[in-house]
């Protein structure tokens, strides 16, 4: 257990529904990280919240996805009329800015979106 | 996208042997991290070699870094079952915090 919690750890939704993620970063991390991983792959970077900014965006990302990381602590992730090409395991991560461990990024234990 | 690429993509030995992972990647980068993935669970951190560093040692564990070749190995010795996973390399060559990873390498440790 890194510290860092991820609800629900498992989703299947319906192609067309709306479904949100949420993740729980360690308490001190100021940086939270999305990645979405498929199958044999290794993960893909979605986009990078210091605090509450969200500072990066990937193209990856279309406009059917959108995160939030209100007060700068868990953050959500929410997919709108989701498609079958959404399935896969969406992590999160966490690192802190400070410290020796700076680059270092704990993740979650992911939770995977089955659309059908 | 994933830039970078671990070899082999799979790879099976017997308990105690030594395992050897390697990786490549394309652009300059600061650091270079190795994390390992059970099956099904979360990625957890293993260990970074900066750029500076040609050598790196953690419990069972060694990391050698070649820039000027852009590759890595990941050598772990005296293998044991609990080590069968999925083992990936990540590169921050894009900034300090946007990692890329490579599709991983697929170790399994026979008893």
């Known amino acids: ?116 | 996208s994933q830039q970078g690429e671990e070899d082999p993509q799979a790879l099976s030995i017997q308990e105690g042997e030594n395992a050897t992972m390697n990786c490549s990647y394309k652009t300059s980068i600061n650091n270079l991290q190795w994390y390992r993935q059970n099956s099904g669970r979360g990625l957890v951190h293993l260990i970074l070699i900066r750029s500076n560093e040609r050598e790196k040692h953690s419990g069972r564990l060694r990391v050698t870094l070649d820039t000027s070749k852009k590759s890595s190995s990941l050598l772990i010795t005296a293998s044991r079952a609990a080590d069968t996973a999925s083992y990936f390399c990540a590169t921050d060559e894009v900034s300090n915090y946007q990692l890329i990873w490579g599709a991983g390498t697929k170790l399994i440790i026979k008893p």
């Open chain 1, 1 to 116: 257990d890194t510290g860092v919690s991820q609800d629900p750890r498992h989703k299947i939704t319906k192609r067309g529904q709306n479904v949100t993620f949420r993740c729980d970063p360690i308490s001190e991390h100021n940086r939270l990280y999305w990645y979405r991983q498929t199958l044999g792959q290794g993960p893909e970077f979605l986009t990078y919240f210091q605090n509450e900014a969200q500072l990066e965006k990937s193209r990856l990302l279309s406009d059917r996805f959108s995160a939030e990381r209100p007060k700068g602590s868990f953050s959500t992730l929410e997919i709108q009329r989701t498609e079958q090409g959404d399935s896969a395991m969406y992590l999160c991560a966490s690192s802190s800015r400070l410290g020796k461990n700076l680059y270092e990024q704990y993740f979650g234990p992911g939770t995977r979106l089955t659309v059908t």
